[in-house]
Structures are given as structure tokens and as C-alpha cells.
């Protein structure tokens, strides 16, 4: 008898499980005011850096007009800092300001106490915990590797 692990069933099983947790956290309410379109630009104007608004939708994989609604939302709610590029005065580069910056971390903090009441609310055990607790950094390497 082996004990070889069907990795095609654990990849399937945890594409179920990750993908009803998102779609779990998502859709209970948080009251921080960012929309997932909106926490979704600031998040890739943070990783990275300045970049057009067309380079975001790009990123994003969304249409430039959305993007663009997206941006001018932003902008209005004095979320992210739009610039001249150095290199081409034409072209206008869009980066994440401190108050986006407090943004996310407000909306971040919102999910991580989300998670932190639905695993402290007595449905796991302090194995359950352990056994989280060390696919976390698993789970990080799996998405480092896609």
C-alpha cells in the first residue's frame, strides 16, 4: 500500500475550500467604505508602485474604462496621487497616498478580526488552530509557485 498523495485531488479540494472562503469573506459586509474594485487598485498600486491607469486595468485584467471609474473615485475620496511621468510629461502615473495607505490597512484589519472572531468563536480547536497555523506559510508558497 502507498502512501503517495493524489496531488490532482488536493489541488481540486483546496480550489473548493479557498475559493468559498473568499467568496465568504467577500460577501459579508465590512464597514471601511472600500469597494473590492477599489481596494483591488489600491492593492496593486501598493505591490506595485506608480503606474498608468491603463497598466492597472491591464494588471487587473478589467476594461480601461472601468479602471478608470475606479480611479476617479479614488481620486475624489483623495485616496491615491496622480502625477506627471518623469520620463513621459504625457503619459500620468497614479500612485497610493497615506490616507490610501490607511485605507487598506483599515480595510485589511477589518478581515484579519472577520477571520480572527470565526476561528475564536469555538468551532476549532486548538489543534484545528496548530493545523491552520502551519498551512499558512503551505498556502503562501502554493500561490508563489502558480
Partial sequence: MT???????????????????????RLVPIEQGLSMPERSALSLLER???ASSSELARDAQITAQAM?????????RGL???RADPE???RMLLSVNEAGQR??????NAR?????????GGAFTQADLRRLAA????????????
Avoid at 5 to 18: C, F, N, Q, T, Y
Avoid at 112 to 120: D, F, H, K, N, S
Avoid at 136 to 145: I, V, W
Fill in 48 to 50: 506595485a508602485g506608480p
Fill in 88 to 90: 513621459d510629461g504625457r
Fill in 135 to 146: 498551512a499558512a506559510p503551505l498556502l503562501e508558497r502554493l500561490a508563489r509557485n502558480l
Fill in 80 to 82: 491615491v496621487d496622480r
Fill in 3 to 25: 502512501d503517495d498523495v493524489d496531488s490532482d485531488g488536493v489541488a481540486s479540494d483546496l480550489l473548493a475550500s479557498i475559493t468559498l472562503l473568499l467568496r465568504r469573506v
Fill in 68 to 76: 478608470g471609474a475606479t480611479i476617479r473615485t479614488l481620486r475624489e
Fill in 112 to 120: 484579519t478580526e472577520q477571520l480572527a472572531r470565526a476561528l475564536g
Fill in 103 to 108: 485605507a487598506l490597512q483599515e480595510k485589511r
